[in-house]
């Protein structure tokens, strides 16, 4: 059996990093929608927040094992493809209207992405 080729599992690992990041934030935004008066103190004794926690604490140990072996400026600017995800999910899961620009801002930040993932 031949070994998975090492960049693509660096790459897989921080698409997983960027899974979990965009989950955490998704959970944030649910916990303050279902309490939108609610202090933040209070905010720490929701399910939701929890979960969003968990899943950032997830990310970071994800992270860290991309970082032990990629380097950082390869690895980090792939994490910005927590942005596309985060404004297409919040127009599905919380009905915010995305505007055309800021579409295009999404569709350059995955252009980016893919040429430095190609480096």
């Not at 059996?1 to 897989?12: G, T």
């Not at 690895?75 to 620009?101: D, H, K, N, Q, R």
Request: proline fraction near 4%; glycine fraction near 6%.
């Amino acid at each position: 059996m031949q070994n998975p080729n090492p960049h693509r599992r660096v790459i897989l690992g921080v698409l997983l990093s960027v899974m979990l990041n965009t989950i955490g934030q998704l959970f944030f935004k649910a916990a303050r929608t279902a309490q939108p008066d609610a202090s933040i103190l209070s905010l720490f004794f929701h399910f939701k927040t929890w979960a969003g926690f968990i899943s950032y604490g997830m990310s970071a140990i994800c992270w860290l094992w991309v970082l032990s072996r990629a380097q950082l400026s390869f690895a980090y600017p792939i994490l910005s493809l927590t942005f596309p995800l985060i404004v297409g999910l919040s127009a599905i899961f919380f009905s915010e209207a995305i505007s055309y620009t800021r579409w295009v801002g999404v569709g350059v930040i995955v252009v980016g992405v893919s040429l430095l993932a190609r480096t």
